[in-house]
């Protein structure tokens, strides 16, 4: 159980155009998503939390406007990355919060490697 | 300011070998300390959940204990296959992640 999935896995753009990341809780309900980006050999740096239904919480610092992101449903969470850049190439990975039992803990999706050329 | 911090930041063990990761914390009003298992270019892989302590879990080769300040993830007879990142993170009005620590299991 508690199986995140994340689409694409990896993706190559130029600079300039959007990226749109998909990340799905399979067998659970998400009330909660994250979405986290990570530099080779850093940890996990927060970027968003979103509720289903409800705009994100984006952390300081982070765009608002060049990371849009949607969780229109409890399984489904977008994050697109508007006008992409060079600078924008990392590793972004999802977690999502079982909304159906009192817990914290949060389970991965696979991570998604994106490079802007 | 809140803090958590793992050590050592990268650890080479022999296989059978056992050993212990360190994740401290400074912060306040703990709900929950969590560690992970990461591989290279995946999601991390959840692993335990301690809430107060004297806590513990085990869960095969790897036993998580929790105090007022720190955790430990001790790892017994460790194979290579236990070889990976391990991230600790902590939940108090947010959840902070750890940097992690890397470890190498020597056939």
């Known amino acids: 159980g508690a199986v995140v999935s994340q689409h694409p896995s990896w993706v190559i753009c130029k600079s300039g155009t959007s990226v749109k990341i998909e990340c799905r809780s399979l067998?659970?309900?998400?009330?909660?998503m994250f979405w986290y980006r990570q530099f080779p050999k850093q940890s996990l740096m927060l970027m968003a939390t979103?509720?289903?239904?409800?705009?994100?919480?984006?952390e300081q610092g982070v765009e608002k406007d060049k990371f849009l992101i949607n969780h229109a449903s409890l399984t489904l969470s977008t994050l697109t990355v508007t006008s992409a850049h060079p600078e924008d190439s990392s590793f972004y990975i999802c977690?999502?919060?079982?909304?159906?039992?009192?817990?914290?803990?949060?389970?991965f999706g696979p991570g998604t490697r994106l490079t802007v050329t | 300011e809140d803090q958590v911090t793992q050590s050592p930041e990268a650890l080479r063990l022999q296989e059978g070998e056992s050993s212990s990761l360190n994740c401290s914390y400074t912060?306040?009003?703990?709900?929950?300390l969590f560690w992970y298992r990461q591989d290279p270019g995946k999601g991390p892989e959840f692993l335990f959940t301690?809430?107060?302590a004297g806590e513990e879990k085990e869960k095969e080769r790897l036993k998580a204990t929790l105090t007022k300040k720190e955790s430990f993830l001790h790892i017994t007879a460790p194979k290579p296959e236990d070889s990976a990142t391990y991230l600790c993170?902590?939940?108090?009005?947010?959840?902070?992640f750890g940097k992690g620590t890397r470890l190498h299991i020597l056939p």
């Open positions: 977690s999502a919060r079982d909304g159906t039992v009192i817990s914290y803990e949060q389970y």
């Open positions: 067998d659970f309900q998400a009330t909660t």
């Open positions: 979103s509720n289903e239904g409800s705009k994100a919480t984006y």
């Open positions: 912060v306040s009003g703990l709900r929950g």
């Open positions: 301690l809430y107060s």
């Open positions: 993170a902590v939940h108090y009005d947010k959840i902070i």
